[in-house]
């Protein structure tokens, strides 16, 4: 019967002991889930979270601009050069006296010197750009392109 008596006693200390350790570990649970939800909490909560996303967008929105300025600038240079180096005239086509250069009626010849053999006023050096645009287009940019 010591036995019985002994494992009751024990049972009863363990049972208490562990009820009192639970009860002890919900109110500290629902203490600290008050504490949090307390509107003060939530607002420097809620600003905290506010200035880390203000912080970190604005890098994001630095390394967008950045990559679209260089995407943009190798496009542009890509169709340059594909302007520069195509063959065909720009407009109608080859023969009809319509373009500068196409050999037609006005021309004097498809080498695009003029009907007296001269080079016609105005006219690009020889290996130069198509566009004297592009140039003066690079050179004119407002700071508002530039980012500042």
């Known amino acids: 019967m010591a036995r019985r008596a002994f494992w009751l006693a024990t049972g009863v200390v363990v049972g208490a002991g562990s009820s009192l350790w639970a009860e002890r570990r919900v109110r500290r649970t629902v203490a600290q889930a008050t504490a949090r939800l307390q509107p003060d909490a939530l607002a420097a909560g809620i600003g905290r979270s506010a200035r880390h996303a203000a912080s970190t967008a604005g890098g994001r929105v630095r390394d ?10 190798r496009r542009e240079d890509e169709r340059w050069s594909e302007l520069d180096g195509r063959t065909d005239p720009v407009g109608p086509r080859a023969g009809d006296g319509g373009g500068p250069d196409d050999g037609g009626p006005d021309d004097g010849g498809p080498d695009g010197r003029g009907p007296d053999g001269r080079e016609p006023e105005g006219a690009p050096e020889a290996g130069t750009r198509r566009s004297p645009a592009r140039g003066r287009r690079r050179g004119r940019k407002s700071p508002v392109h530039l980012g500042r």
């Not at 601009?65 to 995407?71: A, D, K, L, N, Q």
């Open 64 to 73: 967008a601009v950045t990559v679209g300025r260089s995407e943009m600038q």
